[in-house]
């Protein structure tokens, strides 16, 4: 495709409203899993920025999000349901497209992050990718 078409659809990505039926994915790094593997700490469900950054199961895969990361085979892949995202009070999903990137999924979790709102998160995400798969 031409890099000029490319910028010009890149330049198109509005926000969208995301479905409560959709999945959110989310990296977790090898160095957050605790000897009791597959657990990790809650310490992960952090704002970085204003919001907490998920790829849209929409616009995205689990491998896709997984190799996002600096180091692909470094990372987990977990899923949220957004519905369940949602229903955590103060917490608030949105689809902020990230164009410097490249990214159309990416979708911030805004809402404060204290002790007893990622202790909720840890209660609703499962793990699609683990760092042991290899990398796609």
């Known amino acids: 495709m031409d890099s000029n078409v490319a910028d010009e659809i890149t330049l198109t990505w509005q926000t969208e409203n995301i479905p409560d039926e959709d999945f959110l994915y989310m990296r ?7 000897a009791k593997y597959p657990t990790f700490s809650p310490g992960v469900f952090i704002n970085r920025g204003e919001g907490m ?7 995205s895969t ?4 997984r190799t996002r990361g ?8 977990i899923k949220m349901l957004v519905s369940d995202v949602r ?4 917490q608030t ?21 204290d ?5 909720k998160f840890s209660r609703i995400f ?3 990718t683990r760092v042991e798969d290899p990398v796609e």
């Open 126 to 128: 499962d793990i699609v």
């Open 87 to 90: 229903n955590i009070e103060g």
């Open 115 to 119: 002790v007893e709102v990622r202790l």
């Open 28 to 34: 977790v790094h090898k160095q957050n899993f605790c």
């Open 53 to 59: 950054s998920t790829d849209w199961s929409k616009y």
């Open 70 to 77: 600096k180091v692909a085979k470094d990372n987990a892949v």
């Open 93 to 113: 999903v949105t689809h902020t497209p990230d164009i410097p990137n490249n990214n159309r999924s990416h979708t911030d979790v805004f809402g404060e992050k």
């Open 62 to 65: 689990p491998s896709e999000t």
